[in-house]
């Protein structure tokens, strides 16, 4: 079992910059890799990003164009998502989730954390 709690969404004005956090617990976390995906109103849920606990392999969705980065924190069991530069588009429910990135194949989620991005 792996349990995921997100932390750090909010309001924030278009251009700015928000860090979201994800603690990772449980028995086997450690065993997939992590990701972020994000489901705006009336959407399908996206992929953002992901990384290897390792932090050796990280991956990206096509939209990020050099905006966020994933990064992990192994002596807290943690992943962030700092995101710059953000866009009314952006806004949304960021999950994060245990996954294989090999197929991005997701086997955990986290409650989701809201960003809402103003112009």
């Known amino acids: 079992q792996v349990q995921l709690v997100e932390s750090g969404g909010g309001l924030v004005q278009a251009g700015g910059s928000r860090r979201l956090s994800c603690a990772a617990s449980?028995?086997?976390?450690?065993?997939?890799?992590m990701g972020w995906f994000r489901q705006a109103p009336g959407k399908e849920r996206e992929f953002v990003a992901a990384i290897t606990w390792s932090g050796g392999v990280t991956a990206y969705g096509d939209f990020v164009k050099g905006r966020f980065t994933i990064s992990s924190d192994n002596a807290k069991n943690t992943v962030y998502l700092q995101m710059n530069s953000l866009k009314p588009e952006d806004t949304g429910v960021y999950y994060c989730?245990?996954?294989?990135?090999?197929?991005?194949?997701?086997?955990?989620w986290g409650q989701g954390t809201q960003v809402t991005v103003s112009s």
């Open positions: 989730a245990a996954v294989r990135i090999a197929t991005m194949s997701a086997d955990y």
């Open positions: 449980g028995r086997t976390f450690s065993s997939y890799d």
